[in-house]
């Protein structure tokens, strides 16, 4: 399916996503968890930024787990407000979270802030994407401009389901673009 607009694809993508059911969704989160760990990019990088999933995203609370117990230093982020937009902040485990902006889980008052330049590997949401690295997020620009300000190159790989993917998907000049995409059939690079 062609759509002209980001809309339609975050409309046709959000509900397949919803009509997933849990059990398929755990076995494609089991294989997407296992590609990503076994990956240069995650066994090379010691500070990893990863978002929080939440409902029907690619899982990445097994992930945090287990790179905590792994020694990595993970950081996560957190919308203070839509003005003040995305920031990122280092967790321990899960007890330093808890829900903050639409419900999503975010790292407690007291987690130190992670500066932009420390990150080494970036583990990236998002509703449909192509193959030529393009990205579409949910509408807000959280990620579009916190990845504008980061001063050099750190790898952004996207976990997605592989129905996420589509041949070509429409872009603004302000759209970041990503290295990859992990999905349950695929580790694509561009
Ligand atoms: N670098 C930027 N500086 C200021 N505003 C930006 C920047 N990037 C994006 N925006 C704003 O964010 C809004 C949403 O952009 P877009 O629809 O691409 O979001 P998205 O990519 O789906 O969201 P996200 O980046 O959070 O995943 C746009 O209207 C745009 O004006
Ligand atoms: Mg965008």
Known sequence: MIFTSKKEYRE?????????????????????????????????????????????EVDTHRF???????????????VPSKKQGMEVYFINSFEDLKKGYFDILEPLEGCIKASAEEIDFILMPGVAFDKQGNRIGYGAGFYDRFLSELKRQVPKIALAYDFQLYEKVPTDEFDVKIDGVITEKDFITF
């Open 64 to 78: 945090i787990e287990y790179a905590l117990k792994d020694g990595k230093k993970i950081c996560v982020p957190k």
């Open 12 to 56: 046709e993508v959000l509900t397949r996503r919803s009509d997933t059911s849990n059990e398929i969704r755990e076995q494609w989160n089991e294989i997407i968890f296992n590609k990503l760990i076994s990956s240069d990019y995650y066994k090379k990088s010691s500070v990893i930024f990863t978002f929080v999933s939440f409902k029907d």
